[in-house]
């Protein structure tokens, strides 16, 4: 009876252990095997066989990986003090860099976004920080994956969010923004009076140096004050018209 117990128990053990050396990977995953503590090989997708006791699996996850940084306080060049987060687009290229060169590849990709995003943003005004996030996006982009590349990690993109400002920050944006309306609004008038002033003087050189364009002008201009019944107006003759009747 106890050896039919023994051997029944035996068998199960057995079963336990053939089980347990069996491991089925997705596609997207990969497992990084250790044989005695030692690092062995990377395997899958598909079945994989461990030798239970020997061997042992970590899995890697390959798909890309969306990680938001948290808002960071920062300080632009220009001594303004903001609050920006951003995302992250990163992905596993090397699960044995992965594994072995840092404990959490998570976490360690998050924070140096998060250093990174500060020490890149605080090189840059608020107006560049503003107006031209692609830019900065692309430097951030750079900096992260060069920093990652010894964990096996490509970063794809970086995309900044949201940046906060302080009210009295964005008042003081609005009214610099109005201000350079106006600024523009002034330049583009005082434009048109410089060309309507060119304009005129042509005319001027033009009419004088015919005399008759002159008469016609003015005969025009009399024309179109006629036109007016309401008022009654007293206009001076110019001398040269008199002329004709002077002479007979």
Known sequence: MFFELGFGAL??????????????????????VFQLGRFWRVKGPGLVLLIP??????RVD??????DVPPQD??????????????????VLDPQKAIIQVEDFLTATSQLAQTTLRAVLGKHELDELLAERERLNLDIRQVLDA????????VANV???HVDLNESMIRAIARQAEAERERRAKVIHAEGELQASEKLMQAAEMLGRQPGAMQL???QTLGSIA??????????????????????
């Open 74 to 91: 920062v300080i632009t060049r220009d001594n303004v003090s903001v609050k920006v987060n951003a995302v992250i687009y990163f992905r």
């Open 53 to 58: 006791g020997i061997q042992q699996m970590v």
């Open 227 to 248: 036109g007016d019944k309401s008022s009654t107006i007293v206009f001076p003759l110019p001398i040269e018209m008199l002329k004709g009747f002077m002479d007979k």
């Open 11 to 32: 068998l199960a053990l057995t079963a336990v252990l053939l089980l347990s050396a069996f491991r089925i990977l997705r596609e997207y995953e990969r497992g990084v």
């Open 147 to 154: 920093q990652t590349d010894a964990w096996g990690i490509k």
């Open 159 to 161: 995309e900044i969010k």
């Open 217 to 219: 002008r003015y005969m």
């Open 62 to 67: 390959l798909r890309t990986v969306v990680l």
